[in-house]
């Protein structure tokens, strides 16, 4: 997803005024009616807050927006064939649906020329593209409060580990395409507060995020991008040990982390993260006091956003900044679980406290 704000407003502007010049360098995701459009979209344009803008329609469709019905982004009949359009079309008809080539034959579509178009056509082929349809929705359904089991089943996944690979899969390069490139392996954690997805190499773990945050399909691509790496399912040994050190830390008996972290950002968000790990369980600290700690007290709102562009939950614990009149301010993974994990970790300093006195 598209963050930069001076962006957003130029394909706002794009959009309000159907420049087709801008056809292909950016989609619209329309958060009130769940579609996403190309720029000359002729529906009435949405406001500025309700926009979300994609680089990719994989993007779009991976943070849950469905294909607009008026400006088919992803069917103009002046770029794609009937066949690419006959598909798509079927897709939206059940978008649920997990295709075979029986599938195929009863459209009496060839299997691989309808991979072979779309492969030209959007990037990635049609399997691909009713797998992430398929994916969007079960992050929606996810977000939205649902257990991450219906999610699994109303997306047509009988087991848990089709739908987590598939989660992972799709964030990645299938490994007969690896090469020789850096290889960082996904993993699908369950927590206390919901399912996460840990990110690493051999060595050191790279993200730890909620599965349910908006906008985590475009942080891994951003963190492959970044690293020149391809991402497929599996185990490290970060992995391994951050899956214990967060059992250990939903029961109360560990605070603080020892799983090696590589920590991708800018010096002054390296900064501000490195401030954040010095904030001791159990307590909290505020964005101006934060920006008092590293000598640049007018800069609270970028530690605001160097907090945001955090990519290791928990362990980086951007949750227990707040606002300085006591309110909880943001977070990634939602406020409920904001409150819970601060709750969480007074209580079990508390208990800590306790136990060393009777000592």
């Not at 680089?55 to 982004?73: G, I, N, V, W």
């Not at 029986?102 to 309808?114: G, I, N, P, Q, Y």
């Amino acid at each position: 997803m598209i963050t930069s704000e001076i962006i957003k407003m130029e394909y706002y502007q794009a959009l309000i005024d159907k420049r087709s010049e801008y056809e292909g360098v950016f989609y619209v995701g329309v958060k009130t009616t769940g579609v996403f459009c190309r720029p000359t979209c002729p529906a009435r344009k949405p406001k500025f807050e309700n926009c979300e803008f994609y680089e990719t329609a994989k993007q779009a469709l991976l943070a849950s927006f469905r294909p607009c019905q008026r400006c088919r982004p992803l069917s103009h009949p002046n770029h794609v064939s009937e066949l690419v359009q006959l598909l798509v079309h079927a897709v939206e008809e059940n978008p649920e649906q997990r295709w075979t080539d029986e599938d195929f034959r009863k459209l009496s579509v060839d299997a691989s020329t309808a991979r072979r178009q779309f492969k030209k056509r959007f990037g990635m082929t049609f399997v691909e593209y009713a797998r992430a349809r398929r994916m969007g929705i079960a992050l929606k359904h996810i977000r939205e409060g649902s257990a991450v089991i219906d999610a699994q089943l109303s997306t047509g996944y009988e087991s848990s580990s089709g739908f987590r690979d598939a989660f992972s899969r799709i964030m990645g390069a299938a490994p007969t395409l690896l090469g020789n490139h850096h290889i960082l392996k996904a993993s699908w954690l369950d927590s206390r507060l919901g399912p996460m997805i840990a990110i690493a190499d051999e060595k050191e773990l790279y993200l730890l995020e909620f599965v349910d945050r908006r906008g985590l399909e475009r942080e891994v691509e951003r963190l492959r991008l970044r690293t020149k790496s391809a991402i497929i399912p599996g185990y490290t040994e970060p992995i391994r040990s951050i899956e214990k050190e967060l059992d250990a830390y939903f029961e109360g008996e560990l605070m603080e982390f020892q799983t090696p972290i590589f920590m991708m950002g800018s010096p002054f968000q390296k900064e501000v993260w490195e401030q954040l790990k010095k904030i001791p369980p159990g307590h909290t600290s505020s964005y101006a006091n934060m920006a008092a700690a590293i000598g640049k007290p007018s800069a609270y709102r970028a530690i605001a956003q160097a907090n945001g562009a955090n990519q290791l939950a928990i362990v980086i614990p951007c949750h227990r900044v707040i606002n300085s009149n006591g309110d909880l301010g943001g977070y990634g993974g939602g406020l409920t679980r904001k409150r819970w994990l601060l709750n969480h970790e007074k209580k079990s300093q508390s208990m800590t406290t306790a136990a060393n006195k009777e000592e």
